[in-house]
């Protein structure tokens, strides 16, 4: 099957800073990308939506200005976490869909934020 | 509208049993319907998924049962192993994308 990578796997900053997280699809072109947040025990929610060369659509709920995404090739999307706080924390997971299919996502191994 | 709902939250079964997991939906633009197994730590992996024109599919010892009409579909793990024991997610997409997913079920299977 097709593989995503994310990096890093877990990151610990402190409050005021900002983090990205890098999401790769290693082995097919993906022309779009979702983000996830999980919290602990819960499920996932989509964040925000990002196609390749276009900007990200976000979810209702989600500050675009908190959350930065930018999709700049085919086989990589960045999230920045902006001004992280601790409700911050999270385990973010990306996914990809290429452009054969338009329900087959496959995910990331996650990344685990920590904001001190 | 957009909600999957899940159930059971957790489950707990005896080797050799078959655990069953239900999942519900609204929304009947929805045509495809996935089962993700997640790991503590680990990102969701695709474990099986339906499309409405079929009532069920196997792959392995995975089964998916839908029922259109109702709007519901359950997963059935045959001969569960301790080694499946992790947190199942159903999901729902359109064509969009965008997957709704459950609330998650906790499987242990024991020894």
């Known amino acids: 099957g097709a593989v995503v990578s994310q990096h890093p796997s877990r990151v610990i900053c402190k409050s005021g800073t900002s983090v990205k997280i890098e999401c790769r699809s290693l082995?097919?072109?993906?022309?779009?990308m979702f983000w996830y947040r999980q919290f602990p025990k819960q499920s996932l929610m989509l964040m925000a939506t990002s196609n390749e060369g276009s900007k990200a659509t976000y979810e209702q709920g989600v500050e675009k200005d908190k959350f930065l995404i930018n999709h700049a090739s085919l086989t990589l999307s960045t999230l920045t976490v902006t001004s992280a706080h601790p409700e911050d924390s999270s385990f973010y997971i990306c996914s990809a869909r290429g452009a054969g299919d338009a329900y087959e996502q496959y995910f990331g191994p996650g990344t685990r934020l920590t904001v001190t | 509208q957009q909600q999957v709902k899940q159930s059971p939250q957790s489950l707990i079964v005896q080797k050799g049993g078959i655990p069953i997991i239900n999942c519900a939906y609204e929304?009947?633009?929805?045509?495809?319907f996935p089962w993700y197994q997640q790991f503590p730590g680990k990102g969701p992996a695709l474990l099986i998924a339906i499309r409405p024109d079929v009532s069920e599919k196997k792959e392995g010892r995975f089964t998916i049962s839908f029922n259109k009409s109702a709007k519901q579909f359950s997963l059935h793990i045959m001969d569960s192993q301790p080694g499946d024991s992790a947190t199942y997610f159903c999901?729902?997409?359109?064509?969009?994308?965008?997957?709704?997913f459950g609330q998650g079920t906790t499987l242990q299977v024991k020894p």
């Open positions: 082995d097919f072109q993906a022309t779009t």
């Open positions: 999901a729902a997409t359109s064509n969009t994308g965008k997957l709704i």
């Open positions: 929304n009947t633009a929805f045509d495809y």
